[in-house]
């Protein structure tokens, strides 16, 4: 046997220290993992795993220090051991995860990782020899490590719900719960939604859903209400809407105001929590960031991004980016000039029946980091902000990569005699055996998820046209993962992650309707923002299937918006000057079919609702064909249906006239929807109960009761205004409503 391992460690001394260096650093990742993973078996077993060799390598350090510098092994030199357990441990966690979304480990971090893990253990080895000659200064030693180090090292690195500066606004009522009655309300928005375009296509015997709700209900027109600048403005409508009051009165009153901190007044979800309903709310304009809410909420726009703004140009944080290699000048989307040459130095090829060619696809905006809604971060102290800082300054992650770049190979997979090249491969690097996308000209790829600079984006592509000569490719902005989300959008905050793993990818806003200024984008901009309606309506399909106990249910369908704005020259061509009669043609359809979209839609959601349910469709505002501005306007006439329990039935008559429907105020829709439930209306409320829409044996039964208010002296302080981020101010101005 060694002499020196023989004096300095026995072999009995090294197999506990090995072992202890398995239990103790794997019982720590099996902390993080079940706290943090436990959704995600795979990367909990590998986070245990990990811990568990770097512990035992760590145990080896420390003996072949041991032996090195003739030091016996003691208790006290355990503590060392311990001690670079728990400094390792965050940067593992932060490593693994980075890892998790390919992005690489630097040289230089791995060299410091290493020296500060040997210092750790070195000075715990010589500094415990020599407190081993004092047995109490060692116990004493050991009650200051685990009184305060520990409890300080979970403060800096453990996961907590959610460190960041977004405040998470508390509104519920803290106190008794009150009864809870068993009615329920679902709630349909359709932003802009207009009866100029759905009694068009009711007479054509479409919109099967509306026309049921209808014929079951009551309808009428909705008239809408402008803010003091003489603007209609979703996110202070939507508000109106959903408390009754103006916006004066409930604090959104601008876009560059339009944060959920600054509302002051109790929603009506907020309401029914205090009631102990659960409500369930997704997309509403102006819920940014989310409140802490019984329930679940999905914040609707506006939403900042990922993406740093530049100060010239939105660039393509809003819109996206055309990749061509031909010279285009467009107005609003941005062109990136790309090259084709024969292909070289790949590791492996596709099969093509013609040479194959390459070229590059450059992601050319640049994320922003954002340490202040990093996954690590203490419960109440926000001291993890520091600890990323840390890791950040020492380089122990590469943080030269801001920018991705993918290699693509053009094939002829034909077989017909001619150089027909007609598909695209994406890769990550030319060393890797899988593309991530395989296209054909017209075709969209998935969503594509990618690591830049530790964070993660998602994006989508869209290839235009392809030879072996031309190439011409559309992606989307890069939105923020909605697997690792940077900035919470929904309450409760790990919410997105779930809803991701079980539905795929989530975007709160798409690209900017003002693109299609540009003609290349007309067909593209409906298709993306088609996609991303989708994935709203899996979302609440996802939340009625899995949480059945549900008072509320709120889904605003922000698409009716966007496209209208985009497409309504081509839908009333005959107001417009100007306009292409082939693209009238092409485009005129693409309202007609959203709204067509969203019946189908509705419909979907209608077979969760059961005989004690009453459905509300209603729009924020109207739209009208706007000449000067050569797309789509707001106006004040929206819509409004109530059809279900207690509701007036109209026995299959429809009166598909405008002029003929009664009216009512935006205002008026939460006193209705409270009175509906059982519970009183607030006297500070600006609304009404719309008497005329129920049966006269319910309002005789139950006339309508009043309370004071039911906002808190809380709600009632006034706190400092919150502002949009400069991204945020980007993206409006990418759907034309700032300058």
């Not at 890791?391 to 122990?396: G, V």
């Given at each position: 046997?060694?002499?020196?391992?023989?004096?300095?460690?026995?072999?009995?001394?090294?197999?506990?220290?090995?072992?202890?260096?398995?239990?103790?650093?794997?019982?720590?990742?099996?902390?993080?993992?079940?706290?943090?993973?436990?959704?995600?078996?795979?990367?909990?077993?590998?986070?245990?795993?990990?811990?568990?060799?770097?512990?035992?390598?760590?145990?080896?350090?420390?003996?072949?220090?041991?032996?090195?510098?003739?030091?016996?092994?003691?208790?006290?030199?355990?503590?060392?051991?311990?001690?670079?357990?728990?400094?390792?441990?965050?940067?593992?966690?932060?490593?693994?995860?980075?890892?998790?979304?390919?992005?690489?480990?630097?040289?230089?971090?791995?060299?410091?990782?290493?020296?500060?893990?040997?210092?750790?253990?070195?000075?715990?080895?010589?500094?415990?020899?020599?407190?081993?000659?004092?047995?109490?200064?060692?116990?004493?030693?050991?009650?200051?490590?685990?009184?305060?180090?520990?409890?300080?090292?979970?403060?800096?690195?453990?996961?907590?719900?959610?460190?960041?500066?977004?405040?998470?606004?508390?509104?519920?009522?803290?106190?008794?719960?009150?009864?809870?009655?068993?009615?329920?309300?679902?709630?349909?928005?359709?932003?802009?939604?207009?009866?100029?375009?759905?009694?068009?296509?009711?007479?054509?015997?479409?919109?099967?859903?509306?026309?049921?709700?209808?014929?079951?209900?009551?309808?009428?027109?909705?008239?809408?209400?402008?803010?003091?600048?003489?603007?209609?403005?979703?996110?202070?409508?939507?508000?109106?809407?959903?408390?009754?009051?103006?916006?004066?009165?409930?604090?959104?009153?601008?876009?560059?105001?339009?944060?959920?901190?600054?509302?002051?007044?109790?929603?009506?979800?907020?309401?029914?929590?205090?009631?102990?309903?659960?409500?369930?709310?997704?997309?509403?304009?102006?819920?940014?960031?989310?409140?802490?809410?019984?329930?679940?909420?999905?914040?609707?726009?506006?939403?900042?991004?990922?993406?740093?703004?530049?100060k010239s140009s939105i660039s393509g944080i809003a819109f996206g980016r055309l990749y061509t290699t031909e010279s285009r000048d467009?107005?609003?989307?941005?062109?990136?000039?790309?090259?084709?040459?024969?292909?070289?130095?790949?590791?492996?090829?596709?099969?093509?029946?013609?040479?194959?060619?390459?070229?590059?696809?450059?992601?050319?905006?640049?994320?922003?980091?954002?340490?202040?809604?990093?996954?690590?971060?203490?419960?109440?102290?926000?001291?993890?902000?520091?600890?990323?800082?840390?890791?950040?300054?020492?380089?122990?992650?590469?943080?030269?990569?801001?920018?991705?770049?993918?290699?693509?190979?053009?094939?002829?997979?034909?077989?017909?005699?001619?150089?027909?090249?007609?598909?695209?491969?994406?890769?990550?690097?030319?060393?890797?055996?899988?593309?991530?996308?395989?296209?054909?000209?017209?075709?969209?790829?998935?969503?594509?998820?990618?690591?830049?600079?530790?964070?993660?984006?998602?994006?989508?592509?869209?290839?235009?046209?392809?030879?072996?000569?031309?190439?011409?490719?559309?992606?989307?902005?890069?939105?923020?993962?909605?697997?690792?989300?940077?900035?919470?959008?929904?309450?409760?905050?790990?919410?997105?992650?779930?809803?991701?793993?079980?539905?795929?990818?989530?975007?709160?806003?798409?690209?900017?309707?003002?693109?299609?200024?540009?003609?290349?984008?007309?067909?593209?901009?409906?298709?993306?923002?088609?996609?991303?309606?989708?994935?709203?309506?899996?979302?609440?399909?996802?939340?009625?299937?899995?949480?059945?106990?549900?008072?509320?249910?709120?889904?605003?369908?922000?698409?009716?918006?966007?496209?209208?704005?985009?497409?309504?020259?081509?839908?009333?061509?005959?107001?417009?000057?100007?306009?292409?009669?082939?693209?009238?043609?092409?485009?005129?359809?693409?309202?007609?079919?959203?709204?067509?979209?969203?019946?189908?839609?509705?419909?979907?959601?209608?077979?969760?609702?059961?005989?004690?349910?009453?459905?509300?469709?209603?729009?924020?505002?109207?739209?009208?064909?706007?000449?000067?501005?050569?797309?789509?306007?707001?106006?004040?006439?929206?819509?409004?249906?109530?059809?279900?329990?207690?509701?007036?039935?109209?026995?299959?008559?429809?009166?598909?006239?405008?002029?003929?429907?009664?009216?009512?105020?935006?205002?008026?829709?939460?006193?209705?929807?409270?009175?509906?439930?059982?519970?009183?209306?607030?006297?500070?409320?600006?609304?009404?109960?719309?008497?005329?829409?129920?049966?006269?044996?319910?309002?005789?039964?139950?006339?309508?009761?009043?309370?004071?208010?039911?906002?808190?002296?809380?709600?009632?302080?006034?706190?400092?205004?919150?502002?949009?981020?400069?991204?945020?101010?980007?993206?409006?101005?990418?759907?034309?409503?700032?300058?």
């Amino acid at each position: 046997m060694n002499p020196i391992l023989k004096k300095y460690i026995r072999s009995e001394d090294l197999k506990q220290l090995v072992s202890i260096g398995m239990l103790f650093p794997g019982g720590i990742g099996l902390l993080w993992a079940v706290l943090y993973w436990r959704n995600d078996i795979q990367f909990a077993i590998g986070t245990i795993l990990i811990h568990v060799i770097c512990g035992a390598a760590l145990g080896l350090c420390i003996a072949g220090l041991a032996n090195t510098l003739k030091i016996t092994i003691n208790l006290s030199s355990l503590v060392c051991f311990l001690l670079a357990v728990f400094w390792v441990s965050p940067i593992l966690l932060f490593g693994i995860e980075n890892h998790y979304m390919n992005i690489e480990v630097s040289i230089k971090g791995l060299f410091i990782t290493a020296t500060a893990v040997f210092g750790v253990s070195l000075f715990g080895l010589i500094g415990g020899y020599f407190l081993e000659q004092f047995k109490r200064i060692t116990k004493l030693f050991f009650a200051i490590v685990f009184i305060v180090i520990v409890p300080v090292y979970f403060a800096l690195t453990f996961p907590g719900e959610f460190n960041s500066n977004i405040t998470i606004v508390n509104r519920l009522n803290e106190g008794e719960v009150k009864t809870q009655p068993q009615k329920r309300i679902m709630v349909f928005g359709i932003d802009g939604g207009t009866w100029d375009v759905i009694f068009p296509l009711l007479k054509q015997g479409k919109l099967p859903n509306l026309k049921s709700l209808m014929e079951n209900g009551q309808y009428g027109i909705l008239n809408s209400i402008e803010t003091s600048g003489g603007h209609t403005i979703s996110p202070a409508l939507w508000t109106s809407i959903f408390t009754g009051k103006s916006p004066e009165k409930h604090g959104l009153v601008d876009w560059i105001g339009s944060d959920s901190r600054n509302r002051f007044s109790k929603a009506l979800w907020n309401i029914l929590n205090d009631y102990g309903q659960k409500t369930l709310t997704v997309n509403i304009p102006g819920t940014f960031p989310p409140e802490k809410i019984t329930g679940v909420q999905i914040s609707g726009f506006p939403i900042p991004g990922i993406v740093k703004s530049s100060k010239s140009s939105i660039s393509g944080i809003a819109f996206g980016r055309l990749y061509t290699t031909e010279s285009r000048d467009l107005q609003v989307l941005p062109v990136t000039k790309i090259g084709i040459r024969p292909a070289e130095k790949w590791f492996s090829t596709p099969s093509s029946y013609y040479p194959l060619y390459e070229s590059l696809l450059p992601l050319t905006e640049n994320i922003e980091m954002r340490y202040d809604a990093f996954r690590f971060g203490a419960y109440s102290l926000q001291l993890g902000n520091l600890f990323l800082k840390l890791l950040d300054r020492w380089e122990i992650f590469e943080t030269e990569q801001q920018y991705a770049i993918f290699p693509m190979l053009i094939a002829d997979t034909t077989n017909d005699s001619t150089d027909n090249y007609d598909t695209l491969y994406i890769f990550l690097n030319k060393n890797d055996s899988s593309p991530v996308a395989v296209l054909k000209e017209g075709q969209w790829s998935d969503w594509i998820r990618l690591g830049i600079k530790r964070a993660e984006a998602q994006f989508k592509l869209r290839l235009l046209s392809l030879s072996k000569d031309h190439l011409e490719i559309y992606t989307t902005p890069l939105f923020q993962s909605s697997f690792f989300p940077q900035i919470p959008y929904t309450y409760p905050i790990n919410f997105s992650s779930e809803l991701s793993k079980k539905i795929g990818q989530y975007v709160v806003e798409g690209a900017g309707w003002t693109m299609f200024v540009d003609e290349v984008t007309l067909d593209l901009l409906y298709e993306h923002l088609e996609d991303i309606a989708t994935q709203h309506i899996r979302a609440s399909e996802y939340l009625l299937r899995t949480i059945p106990d549900w008072g509320l249910f709120i889904h605003i369908f922000t698409e009716s918006d966007r496209i209208q704005h985009a497409y309504w020259k081509y839908f009333q061509p005959a107001y417009y000057q100007f306009v292409d009669e082939n693209l009238a043609k092409l485009h005129g359809d693409k309202i007609n079919s959203i709204i067509e979209k969203i019946d189908a839609s509705i419909g979907e959601f209608l077979t969760y609702m059961d005989e004690n349910t009453t459905v509300i469709v209603l729009s924020d505002h109207g739209f009208q064909a706007e000449p000067r501005s050569n797309y789509g306007h707001h106006n004040l006439k929206g819509m409004y249906i109530f059809s279900g329990k207690n509701v007036k039935n109209s026995h299959g008559l429809l009166h598909l006239d405008s002029a003929s429907l009664p009216e009512a105020s935006i205002l008026d829709i939460t006193p209705t929807i409270l009175y509906l439930m059982g519970y009183p209306v607030g006297t500070d409320m600006d609304g009404e109960v719309l008497l005329n829409i129920f049966d006269e044996e319910k309002l005789e039964c139950y006339p309508v009761a009043f309370i004071d208010s039911y906002e808190s002296n809380f709600l009632k302080k006034k706190r400092a205004k919150q502002t949009i981020d400069e991204a945020t101010k980007d993206q409006l101005k990418s759907l034309g409503y700032i300058q």
